[in-house]
């Protein structure tokens, strides 16, 4: 999904945790539960994100490249663009 649809859930997450915090009667214990509610709000949003399929994605000239092949590690650059199009939605894990 977007993260424009999913920004009413962290609102509302954001908004419990500070309620939550506000309860509190210790002050370093309010603190720490807000670190922690917080992160996993923010976590939970990031989560929802979808790739945009149809992007195209461009990698310039002279870019490091690292790979392995069965010799050993093999190094190099790119010499010229190299250009691709994201075919199928995609999420973070």
């Known amino acids: 999904m977007p993260l ?6 962290l609102e509302a997450q ?13 002050a370093e214990s309010a603190t720490q539960s807000l670190a922690k509610d917080l992160a996993l709000a923010i976590h939970t949003y990031a989560l929802q ?12 000239p002279g ?8 010799a050993g590690p093999v ?3 790119t010499t010229a663009p190299g250009i691709g199009t994201v075919t199928s939605p995609g999420t973070l894990s």
């Not at 424009?4 to 859930?9: K, L």
């Not at 994100?49 to 310039?60: E, F, I, S």
Request: net charge positive; proline share 10%.
């Open 49 to 60: 994100a979808t790739v945009n399929p149809g992007q195209v994605v461009t990698t310039p």
């Open 63 to 70: 870019v490091v490249v690292v790979g392995a092949s069965p």
């Open 4 to 9: 424009s649809a999913a920004q009413p859930g």
């Open 14 to 26: 954001i908004f419990a945790a500070l309620k939550k915090a506000q309860l509190s009667k210790n």
């Open 75 to 77: 190094t190099g650059a």
